[in-house]
């Protein structure tokens, strides 16, 4: 097992700090590595779910281009989804398979999400935060739903 540190990202920062994981967040961690919940050392309290609709956030790992097409499958769940998180092996890793950062990120823009931010998970993998374009209806619609809903004027389905 690698120091606290590599597990991390070589930062020291917790991954589940860089990932915005929040106190009731539900999480759903897709086709992650083995050892994932090792790398998840910290307060535990969101809420694991194994299915993306609904969850306030989502993790996918993804080794090779034939992969792609689950990003453009889960960018339905934006929203409620807030983040998807993406995760690939370093060209370095020995499990690399030649996936580039560039083919997640030309995949999300074309089903409406932006890439905001880029981690190293550990040694072997990557990640990048994708999120819905600030402006877009989808973003919009849902957050004047979630403000009426806040004012208690009305209720969400």
């Known amino acids: 097992m690698p120091a606290k540190a590599d597990a991390a990202g070589y930062s020291g920062t917790p991954l589940w700090k860089k990932l ?7 999480l759903c961690v897709m086709d992650a590595p083995a050892h994932y919940a090792s790398l998840m050392d910290g307060p535990n309290d969101w809420v694991m779910v194994k299915k993306p609709e609904g969850a306030d956030a989502l993790h996918l790992f993804i080794t090779e281009n034939k992969d792609l097409p689950k990003i453009t499958a889960l960018a339905k769940h934006f929203p409620p989804a807030q983040m ?23 995949t999300a823009i074309a089903c409406g999400l932006v890439d905001v931010k880029v ?23 849902h957050a004047m739903r979630f403000a009426v809903s806040k004012k208690g004027q009305n209720r969400l389905a």
Not at 120 to 140: Q, Y
């Open 20 to 26: 915005g994981w929040k106190t009731g967040m539900s």
């Open 84 to 106: 998807l998180w993406v995760s690939w092996p370093k060209l370095s890793s020995p499990l690399s398979k030649g996936l580039k950062e560039d083919h997640i990120r030309e």
């Open 119 to 141: 981690c190293a998970v550990d040694a072997d993998w990557s990640g990048l935060k994708l999120m819905l374009r600030k402006g877009s209806e989808r973003r919009e619609a």
